[in-house]
């Protein structure tokens, strides 16, 4: 199967109403974890590389290895770039072979951010190729702000509307409450504000942070509008778990695909947890 576009898989999402999960990936045992997930799950899935994946695995071979494993693949999956900051990557991306791309323009005023979102909307969509949008932003536990800072944070509903129907983005990343990395205290969501934004414009919401978001309020956010669930820091604890745990069980083992191979199968498993959360299993 050649992969699809995020926003084929986002409006069969809205219909159906569960989110699709967004699995970081930055080499080849975890983009076969997230694969063989999704086959087993019968699940449409979405490969995410972060600039920071690129540039450590190769724009080249991350783009083969998920085209090796899209050209098996018996489900819908999308390669999307997470946190695209810097134009001329995102048009690398997207000549590459992406079929999505995040632009994150998080750092400047509004209007500069919409008008540069714009342009790269413009030329993805020329092409075929999807486009995620931030507006607000959307810390790191390690940033280390006060509660009522975060709170300053979130992004005012009038602005996630302006954004989201000034650019014509596929998917909205919008600030409700979560954050990037290990939470050391439950995230509280602002439930309303997923609500408010995902009524008036029906815009399919990703949640950025979705490690450590307890079920419960993962599930009523996706009730109210949660689209597309990014995951990394899980993966990057499940898989090293358990490569910490193989090590200490076996201190002379010579062969990496011995600790490897291993993690890469508890890592499966956990995926295939999530995607029975978000309600993406059995949708392929
Ligand atoms: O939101 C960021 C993702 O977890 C990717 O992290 O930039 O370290 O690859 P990274
Ligand atoms: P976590 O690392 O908290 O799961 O966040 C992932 C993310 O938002 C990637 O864009
Ligand atoms: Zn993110
Ligand atoms: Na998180």
Redesign the pocket.
């Given at each position: 199967m050649t992969l699809v576009s995020l926003r084929t898989l986002l409006d069969a999402a809205q219909a159906g109403k569960y989110a699709v999960g967004a699995f970081?990936c930055n080499n080849m045992e975890v983009v076969q974890a997230i694969v063989a997930a999704a086959e087993e799950a019968r699940s449409p899935v979405i490969l995410q590389a972060s600039q920071g994946a690129i540039k450590y695995a190769g724009l080249d071979y991350i783009v083969s290895m998920v085209k090796a494993a899209a050209a098996k693949a018996t489900v819908p999956m999308a390669l999307h770039l997470?946190?695209g900051t810097d134009f001329n990557t995102i048009m690398a991306c997207i000549r590459a072979g992406f079929t999505s791309v995040m632009f994150d323009g998080s750092k400047y005023e509004k209007e500069e951010n919409i008008a540069r979102t714009k342009e790269i909307v413009k030329i993805a969509h020329a092409v075929g190729v999807s486009v995620e949008g931030e507006i607000g932003k959307i810390g790191g536990v390690e940033d280390d702000i006060a509660v009522d800072e975060r709170d300053a944070m979130l992004t005012p509903v009038p602005d996630a509307i302006e954004f989201y129907e000034a650019t014509g983005v596929d998917a909205l990343a919008m600030s409700f409450g979560t954050a990037?990395?290990p939470y050391k205290l439950p995230p509280k969501l602002d439930l309303d504000r997923i609500a408010a934004v995902h009524q008036k414009t029906g815009a399919p919401l990703v949640m950025?942070?979705?490690?450590?978001v307890p079920e419960e309020d993962m599930r009523k956010g996706i009730e109210l509008g949660i689209r597309k669930v990014?995951?990394?820091?899980?993966l990057r604890q499940a898989f090293l778990a358990e490569v910490r745990r193989q090590l200490a069980e076996r201190p002379d083992e010579l062969d990496p695909r011995k600790i490897f191979a291993p993690a890469r199968e508890v890592l499966k498993e956990h995926i295939k947890e999530k995607m029975r959360l978000f309600g993406c299993a059995g949708k392929a």
């Open positions: 970081n997470d946190h990037h990395g950025h942070g979705g490690s450590g990014n995951i990394d820091t899980e």
